[in-house]
Structures are given as structure tokens and as C-alpha cells.
């Protein structure tokens, strides 16, 4: 079983409609990554969180630390939110720590 | 502030030759590791270095080797290429303590054939 499970992994909307990924983790964590990835590669942070609630614009990000669980959360969807989403959490090693991936959630938004 | 460079972009080999590429960080970051995605496996750890050091080593053979310079920049070097070996190779460069943000270059595509 994979540490990092996301869900869906492909999700198509219209344009407008409220979106929401999930994520579910089965280690200890200090926080939790929310990464985005655009074709041609290049990936933007977009939350580090460790609790609660975080809101960037129309994008909200939840964590559940005791039911090891976090969401994310589009409002108003648009086609240039068209991209991969992916979870990853902190994972000490050998002193340092590594992420530890999901495999991604792929949002296709229709105008 | 300039963002994390990689280099070169894209990237065409063939089996059985040798590969390094290039990872400039973020100006003050010290903590460089890098990671590799594949449509099959997804994006995995692959190393990370701070202060020159490797801290960290995933699971990875002996053929993908790494270093870091004095001023931050990592290399990552792979020997003797396998078709497998074709991926988008990512590194992301931070401040060197834990729960820190990760900044992402836009990764080095190598096909290999």
C-alpha cells in the first residue's frame, strides 16, 4: 500500500463547478504538500500545511492530522486550473527528510 | 529572486551512455534533492544534498549518482542508461530544516534510446 493515496485520479469539470481532491496518508506527519503540475512539467507549490485550513484565491486546502486526511478544495473552477495535482508529505530519513508522493490527481476543466 | 534552474531542458541519449544534469537553487537555499516521474511510478525521491553532504538516498541502483558544489548547485549523474531510465528528473531546492516550503525547477525531460 502506497503512504500517499490521492483520489480521484482524473476529475473533468465544467467550467464554474466547486472541485474537490483528496488526499490520505498512513504515516506520522508534521505537515502536508500541496504541489501543482501544468504540462511541459514545472511544479508550483501551493500549501504547506500542518492544520486547520489554508486559502489562496479560489483555492482552499484542509487537513485532518488524526484522521490523516487533507483536502483540496477549487471554487469556481476554471479552465486554467487544468492540471495535475498532487499531495506529498514529509517523511524523516537517515536525519533529513524526503516527500513521499501521491500519484496525482488529473483536472481537466471544460469551458 | 530568480527561481530553481535546471539544465539542459531536454535531453536525448542512448543506452549505455552517461548523463549529468544540472540543478541551480534558489539563492540561499542550501538544501538541493532531486526526483524522478515516470507515467508508471509516479514522482520519487532520488537524493538530497545540504552543505556538499548527501543526507538522504532513496531507492535508486548505484548507476544515478549526485554532488553538490560549494555555492549550492547539485549535479546528478546516470551511467550507463537503460530504456527505464527515460523520465522527467526534478529538483527542488528549500531552507535546511524541516516543514519548509520546496521550490520545483521545471525538470530536465531524458529520453533514452
Known amino acids: 500500500k502506497n503512504e500517499v493515496e490521492q483520489s480521484p485520479q482524473n476529475l473533468t469539470a465544467q467550467e464554474g463547478e466547486f472541485i474537490t481532491i483528496n488526499c490520505s496518508y498512513s504515516?506520522?506527519?508534521?505537515?502536508l504538500h500541496w504541489l501543482q503540475q501544468h504540462p511541459g512539467g514545472g511544479i508550483v507549490s501551493l500549501f504547506m500545511?500542518?492544520?486547520g485550513k489554508k486559502k489562496h484565491g479560489r483555492l482552499i486546502a484542509t487537513i485532518n492530522i488524526q484522521e490523516k486526511h487533507s483536502s483540496l478544495h477549487i471554487t469556481a473552477s476554471h479552465p486554467r486550473d487544468s492540471a495535475v495535482y498532487i499531495c506529498?508529505?514529509?517523511?524523516?530519513?537517515?536525519?533529513?527528510?524526503?516527500?513521499?508522493f501521491g500519484k496525482g490527481t488529473k483536472l481537466t476543466v471544460n469551458p | 529572486k530568480a527561481g530553481v534552474t535546471q539544465t539542459p531542458r531536454y535531453l536525448i541519449k542512448t543506452r549505455g551512455q552517461q548523463v549529468t544534469l544540472s540543478c541551480s537553487p534558489i539563492?540561499?537555499?542550501?538544501?538541493v534533492s532531486w526526483y524522478q516521474q515516470t507515467p508508471g511510478q509516479g514522482l520519487q525521491f532520488l537524493f538530497e544534498?545540504?552543505?556538499?553532504?548527501?543526507?538522504n538516498k532513496g531507492n535508486f541502483p548505484g548507476r544515478f549518482s549526485g554532488r553538490q558544489f560549494s555555492n549550492s548547485r547539485s549535479e546528478m549523474n546516470v551511467s550507463t542508461l537503460e530504456l527505464g531510465d527515460s523520465a522527467l528528473y526534478l529538483c527542488?531546492?528549500?531552507?535546511?530544516?524541516?516543514?519548509?516550503?520546496?521550490?520545483f525547477g521545471q525538470g530536465t525531460r531524458l529520453t533514452v534510446v
Open positions: 539563492s540561499g537555499h542550501r538544501s
Open positions: 506529498a508529505v514529509p517523511i524523516t530519513q537517515g536525519g533529513s527528510e524526503k516527500l513521499v
Open positions: 500545511l500542518s492544520s
Open positions: 544534498y545540504f552543505s556538499e553532504t548527501q543526507r
Open positions: 527542488a531546492s528549500s531552507l535546511p530544516r524541516a516543514n519548509t516550503e520546496a521550490f
Open positions: 504515516v506520522g506527519i508534521s505537515a
